[in-house]
């Protein structure tokens, strides 16, 4: 089989040095069974939709379909015509995801939704393997961009955003402007042990860390802040006492109440209000995450991770108008940042009470998504209010404060419908 599907290659023009196509298509859990002939005619439909093997032309590139198993089959393709050309498959993943959500449709299956660009880039396969030789207990990648979204979560502006990411051990290096040498109009970070083969920093663009943590989506963030933050704010470095810290988190659970309504009370009212709230939230989260688990990180900051994908707005859309609610949101994230790690009983159910507000906020955010159409984000939103509400479980257990327990015995979803679970 492998001979006959490289005939062509070898008798082509200029065959390309890589010339295996290779896709897996694989139907959800939930899926009934397809019968061969159905996977046949879905693995033709693929690679028409990509362009290697048109319907009706004979001199298609050879491919090949194999079902491994009831659920997917492997679509193997070389890519020289029958006639001697090469078949450039351009953009085939997302043509190839298009053919497969309409797919989905006309076979009745498990519909996952079209492409939103709101996934921040996941580590490749050389970076995980990498990580692994040399012993880290996670990928630069994820570090980064965990280090990047908690510091502009609690800047007001850029150069705090620069100073709390190097005080953090983030290498920063600043992109000018090719005509105008004095303009800033990139950014990116590394670590001073992550290097290339020849010993060069492996440097990250905000961009390739996630789609709203570019320079131009961070800049209109801090622009739009409009509420005030009293003293232990980015302003007042000093570190508040407990009683302070507690008040802080009070404050932000009032404003994330605040929130919750207004998502619930109208959740398809005007989208620019809807996105400054949802961006809000994220980094209030982001910064409670931080608080309660510091740099490295743990489950409040992987459920962080999840809302954060629910709140982004597709194709690096910016909202251009700001809910009065969402400037308070975004002072309560510079506050909690501010007032720094949890010490006490009290200010651990203080946080757990926010906590609990921000899945409720996650809750009325899902049932948004999924009345916007936008189905990734709606079981992002899901899945992330049911980790939050986990979470407050298990903490609360854990603290004998009165009041974790008040709090952990409310941790159910309280508005929206609830959208459709991860697959």
């Given at each position: 089989?492998?001979?006959?599907?490289?005939?062509?290659?070898?008798?082509?023009?200029?065959?390309?040095?890589?010339?295996?196509?290779?896709?897996?298509?694989?139907?959800?859990?939930?899926?009934?069974?397809?019968?061969?002939?159905?996977?046949?005619?879905?693995?033709?439909?693929?690679?028409?939709?990509?362009?290697?093997?048109?319907?009706?032309?004979?001199?298609?590139?050879?491919?090949?379909?194999?079902?491994?198993?009831?659920?997917?089959?492997?679509?193997?393709?070389?890519?020289?015509?029958?006639?001697?050309?090469?078949?450039?498959?351009?953009?085939?993943?997302?043509?190839?995801?298009?053919?497969?959500?309409?797919?989905?449709?006309?076979?009745?299956?498990?519909?996952?939704?079209?492409?939103?660009?709101?996934?921040?880039?996941?580590?490749?396969?050389?970076?995980?393997?990498?990580?692994?030789?040399?012993?880290?207990?996670?990928?630069?990648?994820?570090?980064?961009?965990?280090?990047?979204?908690?510091?502009?979560?609690?800047?007001?502006?850029?150069?705090?955003?620069?100073?709390?990411?190097?005080?953090?051990?983030?290498?920063?290096?600043?992109?000018?402007?090719?005509?105008?040498?004095?303009?800033?109009?990139?950014?990116?970070?590394?670590?001073?042990?992550?290097?290339?083969?020849?010993?060069?920093?492996?440097?990250?663009?905000?961009?390739?860390?996630?789609?709203?943590?570019?320079?131009?989506?961070?800049?209109?963030?801090?622009?739009?802040?409009?509420g005030t933050i009293s003293h232990g704010s980015a302003q007042h470095p000093g570190r508040p006492g407990v009683q302070h810290r507690t008040n802080a988190f009070r404050?932000?659970?009032?404003?994330?109440?605040?929130?919750?309504?207004?998502?619930?009370?109208?959740?398809?009212?005007?989208?620019?209000?809807?996105?400054?709230?949802?961006?809000?939230?994220?980094?209030?989260?982001?910064?409670?995450?931080?608080?309660?688990?510091g740099r490295k990180g743990g489950h409040l900051t992987d459920a962080s991770e999840t809302f954060d994908r629910a709140a982004r707005e597709p194709r690096r859309r910016?909202?251009?108008?700001?809910?009065?609610?969402?400037?308070?949101?975004?002072?309560?994230?510079?506050?909690?940042?501010?007032?720094?790690?949890?010490?006490?009983?009290?200010?651990?159910?203080?946080?757990?009470?926010?906590?609990?507000?921000?899945?409720?906020?996650?809750?009325?955010?899902?049932?948004?998504?999924?009345?916007?159409?936008?189905?990734?984000?709606?079981?992002?939103?899901?899945?992330?209010?049911?980790?939050?509400?986990?979470?407050?479980?298990?903490?609360?257990?854990?603290?004998?404060?009165?009041?974790?327990?008040?709090?952990?015995?409310?941790?159910?979803?309280?508005?929206?419908?609830?959208?459709?679970?991860?697959?």
């Amino acid at each position: 089989m492998a001979r006959l599907l490289e005939q062509p290659v070898r008798a082509g023009k200029n065959p390309p040095q890589k010339f295996v196509w290779h896709t897996s298509v694989r139907n959800h859990i939930t899926d009934r069974i397809l019968s061969d002939s159905q996977w046949a005619h879905i693995a033709a439909e693929i690679v028409a939709a990509v362009g290697i093997a048109p319907h009706g032309d004979p001199d298609a590139v050879r491919w090949v379909a194999v079902r491994h198993a009831d659920d997917h089959i492997h679509i193997v393709a070389t890519l020289v015509r029958q006639d001697g050309e090469t078949a450039w498959a351009w953009n085939e993943r997302l043509k190839a995801q298009t053919a497969a959500r309409d797919l989905e449709q006309r076979y009745g299956l498990h519909q996952v939704g079209p492409v939103d660009h709101t996934s921040h880039r996941r580590p490749t396969a050389a970076e995980q393997n990498k990580s692994q030789r040399q012993g880290r207990p996670e990928v630069p990648r994820d570090r980064l961009r965990r280090e990047v979204r908690a510091a502009a979560a609690a800047a007001i502006a850029e150069n705090d955003f620069v100073d709390r990411l190097q005080a953090a051990g983030v290498l920063v290096r600043l992109r000018h402007s090719t005509t105008n040498p004095d303009e800033v109009t990139g950014y990116a970070v590394g670590l001073a042990d992550h290097h290339t083969s020849t010993g060069d920093t492996v440097w990250y663009g905000g961009g390739r860390l996630a789609p709203d943590l570019t320079l131009p989506q961070l800049r209109r963030r801090w622009g739009s802040g409009s509420g005030t933050i009293s003293h232990g704010s980015a302003q007042h470095p000093g570190r508040p006492g407990v009683q302070h810290r507690t008040n802080a988190f009070r404050r932000a659970t009032a404003e994330a109440d605040k929130g919750a309504r207004h998502l619930r009370a109208d959740p398809i009212g005007d989208e620019e209000n809807i996105a400054s709230l949802a961006e809000a939230a994220a980094d209030v989260l982001a910064s409670t995450a931080r608080a309660f688990e510091g740099r490295k990180g743990g489950h409040l900051t992987d459920a962080s991770e999840t809302f954060d994908r629910a709140a982004r707005e597709p194709r690096r859309r910016r909202p251009r108008s700001l809910h009065p609610a969402a400037g308070q949101l975004r002072s309560m994230s510079r506050l909690i940042s501010a007032a720094g790690r949890l010490t006490s009983e009290d200010d651990t159910a203080a946080a757990l009470q926010l906590v609990l507000r921000m899945s409720m906020i996650a809750d009325n955010l899902a049932a948004v998504r999924e009345a916007q159409g936008r189905l990734h984000q709606a079981r992002a939103a899901q899945l992330a209010a049911e980790r939050l509400r986990m979470l407050v479980t298990a903490l609360g257990s854990q603290v004998s404060h009165p009041a974790a327990h008040a709090y952990t015995s409310t941790a159910r979803p309280t508005g929206g419908r609830a959208a459709r679970g991860i697959s």
